[in-house]
C-alpha cells in the first residue's frame, strides 16, 4: 500500500510542472515582466454611523491609473501598476507583489447615497467614502379637489 501511495506522489510530482506550464498563457499578461493578469487589492470595508469606508491597499500605483465607476448599484475600481523592473530580463525567485491590471468590484447597498462618495489617494491607501442616507422620507400626496369640481 505505501509503495503504490509513493509511486502516485510521484506521478503527480512529475506533471506538476507540466500542468503549470500549460497554464501560464491564460493567467500571465507578460511573463518575462512578471506581471500577472487582472489582480484583486486588498480591501477592507468598514462603517462609521454616517458613512461607509472602502480601503484599498494600492501601493506604486498612481492617481491617475486608477478609475472609480459606480454603475447598476456597484462600484468598479480598476487601473493599473507599472512594473518596478526595469532589466530587460528578469527572472524570479519570489514573486508576491502583482502588477498590471486590477480590478475590484463591490455590490452597494441601496441604503448609501451614490452622489456623496468621495476618494483620497494617500500613502498607497485609496480611501472610497460613501455617505449613508438618512431615513426615508415620507411624502403625503395631496388630492387636488379642484380638479374634480371642473368634470
Known amino acids: 500500500m505505501a509503495v503504490h501511495l509513493i509511486r502516485v506522489l510521484r506521478e503527480m510530482t512529475d ?23 487582472a489582480w484583486e487589492p486588498n480591501t477592507d470595508i468598514f462603517e462609521t454611523s454616517r458613512e461607509v469606508i472602502i480601503r484599498l491597499e494600492l501601493a506604486n500605483v498612481s492617481r491617475e491609473n486608477i478609475s472609480i465607476i459606480v454603475k ?21 525567485h519570489q514573486m508576491e507583489i502583482h502588477c498590471g491590471e486590477f480590478s475590484k468590484i463591490i455590490a452597494l447597498p441601496e441604503t448609501l447615497e451614490h452622489n456623496e462618495i468621495t476618494a483620497v489617494l494617500s500613502d498607497g491607501i485609496l480611501d472610497i467614502r460613501i455617505s449613508k442616507q438618512s431615513k426615508p422620507i415620507e411624502i403625503p400626496i395631496v388630492i387636488d379637489t379642484s380638479r374634480e369640481s371642473d368634470r
Open 15 to 37: 506533471m506538476a510542472p507540466r500542468k503549470v506550464a500549460a497554464s501560464e498563457p491564460y493567467f500571465y499578461n507578460d511573463i518575462d515582466s512578471g506581471c500577472v493578469g
Open 72 to 92: 447598476n448599484g456597484k462600484l468598479n475600481i480598476s487601473g493599473v501598476r507599472e512594473s518596478l523592473h526595469v532589466d530587460d530580463q528578469v527572472y524570479f
